[in-house]
């Protein structure tokens, strides 16, 4: 990582300086992946997340439901299991 940081601020001259909001986004993605897998969620590389019974991602946010790594998709899931 060393030398990849060193190329990076040779040829960015704002490197570090981004390098903070660059790690947030990173450690922000790490922890939606996480939530995903959590929730039984599966990624497929050609088509995306799906739900565990097989909704598509954008499905799923078409029909407003929260997603795993959002705020009440816990409470949400009691009641879509009910139904479902």
């Given at each position: 990582m060393a030398h990849n940081d060193l190329f990076l601020s040779t040829t960015?001259?704002?490197?570090?300086?981004?390098?903070p909001q660059i790690e947030a986004a990173m450690a922000d993605e790490d922890r939606t992946i996480q939530a995903r897998?959590?929730?039984?969620?599966?990624?497929?590389?050609?088509?995306?997340?799906a739900s565990p019974d097989g909704i598509s991602e954008s499905d799923w946010e078409t029909e407003g439901y929260p997603l795993p790594e959002e705020p009440g998709f816990a409470e949400f899931m009691k009641t879509y299991a009910q139904i479902n």
């Amino acid at each position: 990582m060393a030398h990849n940081d060193l190329f990076l601020s040779t040829t960015r001259p704002n490197y570090y300086e981004l390098l903070p909001q660059i790690e947030a986004a990173m450690a922000d993605e790490d922890r939606t992946i996480q939530a995903r897998l959590d929730a039984g969620w599966d990624a497929d590389p050609e088509y995306g997340w799906a739900s565990p019974d097989g909704i598509s991602e954008s499905d799923w946010e078409t029909e407003g439901y929260p997603l795993p790594e959002e705020p009440g998709f816990a409470e949400f899931m009691k009641t879509y299991a009910q139904i479902n």
